[in-house]
C-alpha cells in the first residue's frame, strides 16, 4: 500500500504560481505513473495531469495545458505539479493518485491540499 502527502497549497493571487508536492511511501513508486486531480466546491473530481514512470511523458486537462507542470523525482519518491498563470478557476482541492500500471486506474490518493487564488 502506498502513502501519498500533498503539500504546498495555499493563497495566491490571480497570475502567481504555486508548486505542490507529492511525498510517497513504498517501494511502487519508482514503477508507477501518477496522477493530480482537482475538486472545486460544488463539482466533480477532475482530471489535471498525469506523468509517466520515467518522467518522460506526461499529458494534461486542456483547462491547464501550457501553465501546469508535471514532474517527478523517483530518488525522493516525490511527483510534482508546477502551477502558473493562475486563475480563480484553478481554486480547488488538488490530490496525487497512483496508477501502477499505467492504465488509467488510480489506487492510493493523498488527502489533498487546498489551493485559493483570489481575483
Known amino acids: 500500500q502506498v502513502h501519498l502527502v500533498e503539500s504546498g497549497g495555499g493563497l495566491v493571487q490571480a497570475g502567481g504560481s504555486l508548486r505542490l508536492s507529492c511525498a510517497a511511501s513504498?517501494?511502487?513508486?519508482?514503477?508507477?505513473?501518477m496522477g493530480w486531480f482537482r475538486q472545486a466546491p460544488g463539482k466533480e473530481r477532475e482530471f489535471v495531469g498525469v506523468i509517466d514512470w520515467s518522467g518522460t511523458s506526461t499529458s494534461y486537462a486542456g483547462s491547464v495545458k501550457a501553465r501546469f507542470t508535471i514532474s517527478r523525482d523517483n530518488a525522493k519518491n516525490t511527483v510534482y505539479l508546477q502551477m502558473n498563470s493562475l486563475k480563480p478557476e484553478d481554486t480547488a482541492v488538488y490530490y496525487c493518485?497512483?496508477?501502477?500500471?499505467?492504465?488509467?486506474?488510480?489506487?492510493?490518493w493523498g488527502q489533498g491540499t487546498q489551493v485559493t487564488v483570489s481575483s
Open positions: 493518485a497512483i496508477d501502477p500500471a499505467g492504465d488509467g486506474h488510480y489506487g492510493s
Open positions: 513504498g517501494r511502487t513508486f519508482g514503477n508507477s505513473a
